[in-house]
């Protein structure tokens, strides 16, 4: 029986939605070739009765092309189309707000609320002239819109901080006076509770070596 499904290509063409499905799934399930299915199901967006009806050499040649998708190393995505609506990268990471960092900070560590953390970094753009544009206010409240965010945007983000070594706390210390200098201190000092940049970046760390060890 001749059985057709979409592999994604590219990583833009998976979703954090089905990232976060396959994480879920990686998590609990023991069995390496019932893994494999569940993988295919999540990112071919097929039935598993569908992923029971292929060859077993085709079975193992759709997972490695995933997992070699989910191995790179993506550039930072500037700007990407989502639901109709044109995303861009926060264009001055120095002018953040306040509320906008320690949401970041709060987020960027933890794949169960990768959106929230993405949606302060892309936010729909109002204005766009060649490679300059502007992009919406940050609202908390928008972050659902971005569970469908391509992994490219996703990983070149984290990518893009973790490799450039940048220190967020640096660039807002630069950028805040007075009782918002010193709030930004005391956020810092609850490291030992899992919160603040170092806490992030240890968890960034974390994610890039899980992404490292994934089988072929």
Not at 55 to 77: R, S
Not at 186 to 203: F, P
């Amino acid at each position: 029986m001749e059985v057709k499904i979409t592999i994604p290509s590219k990583l833009s063409e998976i979703t954090l939605r089905q990232y976060k499905a396959f994480l879920k799934v990686q998590e609990t399930e023991t069995n390496d070739k019932i893994l494999n299915a569940q993988i295919i199901r999540i990112f071919c967006s097929v039935p598993m009765e569908t992923v029971m009806l292929l060859k077993l050499q085709d079975v193992n040649d759709i997972t490695k092309t995933i997992y070699d998708l989910l191995e790179q190393k993506p550039a930072l995505v500037s700007k990407f189309k989502l639901n109709g609506n044109q995303y861009g990268f926060i264009p001055q990471l120095d002018e953040m707000s306040f509320g906008e960092y320690i949401d970041l900070d709060t987020f960027i560590g933890d794949w169960d609320k990768m959106e929230k953390a993405m949606n302060v970094l892309y936010r729909p753009v109002l204005v766009s002239l060649k490679d300059k544009y502007s992009i919406e206010d940050y609202n908390i409240d928008t972050s659902d819109a971005l569970i469908d965010i391509p992994m490219d945007a996703v990983l070149g983000a984290i990518f893009f901080f973790w490799n450039l070594g940048i220190d967020l706390s640096t660039v807002m210390m630069n950028s805040l006076e007075g009782e918002q200098a010193q709030a930004l201190m005391e956020h810092q000092t609850l490291e030992e509770n899992g919160v603040g940049i170092k806490a992030s970046m240890d968890y960034l760390k974390e994610i890039l070596d899980e992404l490292k060890i994934l089988p072929n």
